[in-house]
């Protein structure tokens, strides 16, 4: 088991009558990429600031790097880079004198600048104002300033928001290489389970507060049932059968789905039983993650 | 730890808070000089220039001191800079007396531009004898009674996002204090009416001290207070 890095323990921030963030257990092991999805609005953002000691939490504890958080703020925020929302930059400033300041107060050699500018391709307009720099490369820019201080912990809320498929990609290569190469541990919050599931080691899920899912991804896929559908002759009495065998069955025509939970599918025993009602087709469906997502978070149903 | 703070805030000065302090005293001792050329002719008339300054430097004063704080402050609002600089392993004090200090740093650049000024325009003008020491006197001591307005201003400029507020504020306090400086004596309210202070302040006043004393140990009592509210914020 290795260590946790970011351990909260019923993590509570409430607003008046809302509870943007209730009693959530996060935990993000030491060295991995922990992915944590919910839809807009789920409390990811909540979650992180309390985190970074930007908001106060109402409730519950949180400790990083085995220190409690706001106390030793100081110390753990030594150890952690992190982009919040859209990326803070002074406009009227270049790319470089935004580092610098921020290096100033970091204490940092002047060099470091040049390696996170290189990091994220920035450094060829590292001498233009930022207000001219696009969305992807000011957003690229937030990154080289999460990196500066060489943290052992990146947290980035929703660091491709407003990127191209290109600066997605990349940003995503630059995750691995830096989680894999460097030991990093890394927190990204995203609204989309597509943009993490590539990279992602350990998933959390948080929906209205809650955080209904956490663990591995694999765990997760696991957890996507399957659905087989049968096209018979005799669909009536075929039903019939099936049913009487404590199978979930829906018809649909001369259509039967029959959906298991578990990934193991008694197949075989299926056609075995179907045989005699003349089968004509046969199609495995299984759920794709992203319907799983919508349905742990509810989604589905809103819009 | 609070050099590099001011050095970093420093490089993040906007142009406009550099030049605020040219142009506010270029407008100041041009001012002068038209009143001079206007209405004071003779060897009595140039002095009747500490009449006009007493009239104005708190003025003057007051409303850089709105306007560098609501520029320096709102520099992190606009930029969306806090939750950047706040999760940097710096206390939030630090950031807040660095801001503090630049604006302090800013408005004595204004006192030495208007003390220079006006020197060079008197050497100009005329070949009475100057009283140097009221002048220095004059202008320094409306600079120091303007610490309490500092307290406020930074306060007020660092808790609004929209710096139309702090910066209003900051300019009726100022025209405010224009009207305490035609009255004769100084009524009640005046004792806390932070933008009297600096008036109230002058030689040509019985008691400048006392209102230095005062408006620097408000001030000190709300830079104070002021640290504590930003320490506790929520971003």
Redesign the interface.
């Known amino acids: 088991m290795p260590q946790l890095i970011v351990e909260t323990k019923g993590l509570t921030r409430r607003f008046g009558e809302q509870v943007p963030v209730n009693e959530v257990n996060l935990e993000v092991p030491e060295g991995k990429i922990y992915g944590f999805l919910g839809p807009n609005g789920a409390g990811k953002t909540t979650t992180i600031?309390m985190l970074?000691?930007?908001?106060?939490a109402d409730a519950g504890t949180i400790r990083m790097f085995g220190q409690e958080m706001p106390e030793n703020?100081?110390?753990i925020?030594?150890k952690?880079g992190?982009l919040?929302?859209?990326?803070?930059?002074?406009?009227?400033?270049t790319g470089y004198?935004n580092l610098?300041?921020?290096s100033?107060?970091?204490?940092l050699p002047d060099r470091r600048i040049g390696e996170v500018l290189e990091i994220v391709r920035l450094t060829s307009s590292a001498d233009r104002k930022v207000s001219g720099y696009s969305l992807g490369m000011k957003q690229r820019l937030g990154i080289a300033?999460a990196l500066l201080r060489g943290p052992q912990l990146l947290i980035l809320d929703e660091p491709t928001n407003g990127l191209d498929p290109a600066g997605i990609q990349e940003i995503r290569h630059l995750m691995l290489s830096l989680a894999h190469d460097q030991g990093m541990t890394i927190l990204l919050s995203s609204h989309l389970l597509s943009e993490v599931d590539t990279i992602a080691d350990e998933i959390g899920i948080i929906s209205s507060g809650r955080l209904v899912y956490q663990g591995a991804l694999e765990l997760l896929e696991r957890r996507r049932g399957k659905v087989l559908e049968f096209a018979v002759e005799r669909p009536e009495e075929a039903l019939r059968t099936l049913l009487l065998q404590g199978f979930a069955v829906e018809r649909k025509g001369n259509m039967l789905s029959v959906s298991a939970e578990k990934a193991s599918m008694p197949q075989a025993e299926l056609l075995k039983l179907l045989g005699p009602y003349g089968i004509m087709n046969v199609r495995e469906i299984s759920k794709s993650l992203e319907e799983l997502f919508m349905e742990l978070t509810g989604t589905g149903v809103s819009l | 730890m609070m050099w590099r703070a001011l050095r970093a805030e420093g490089m993040r000065l906007k142009p406009a808070a550099r030049w605020l302090p040219v142009i506010s005293s270029g407008l100041f001792i041009a001012f002068m000089a038209l009143e001079w050329y206007l209405y004071f002719k003779g060897p009595a008339g140039v002095y009747s220039v500490f009449n006009v300054m007493y009239m104005f430097l708190g003025f003057i004063m007051l409303l850089n001191t709105a306007l560098l704080a609501g520029m320096i402050a709102g520099l992190e609002h606009e930029s969306n800079s806090w939750k950047q600089l706040l999760t940097l392993p710096v206390s939030r004090a630090v950031f807040y007396w660095a801001k503090a200090l630049w604006v302090l740093v800013l408005l004595l650049c204004t006192v030495l531009l208007i003390t220079a000024g006006l020197l060079l325009l008197w050497v100009c003008y005329t070949s009475e004898p100057l009283p140097f020491q009221f002048l220095i006197k004059q202008i320094v001591y409306s600079f120091l009674a303007s610490t309490a307005v500092l307290g406020l201003q930074m306060w007020l400029s660092i808790q609004f996002s929209n710096q139309a507020i702090p910066m209003s504020i900051g300019l009726l306090g100022a025209v405010s204090g224009l009207f305490i400086a035609r009255d004769s004596g100084a009524a009640l309210w005046t004792w806390v009416w932070p933008w009297a202070y600096p008036t109230l302040s002058s030689p040509f006043m019985a008691h400048p001290g006392r209102w230095i004393g005062i408006s620097a140990g408000l001030g000190m009592v709300l830079l104070a207070a002021g640290t504590l509210h930003f320490k506790n914020k929520q971003f």
Do not use: F, M, Q
């Open positions: 600031k970074l000691g930007l908001l106060r703020s100081l110390d925020l030594r952690v992190s919040v929302e859209n990326p803070s930059y002074y406009g009227h400033l004198k610098k300041i921020l100033t107060l970091l204490k300033a």
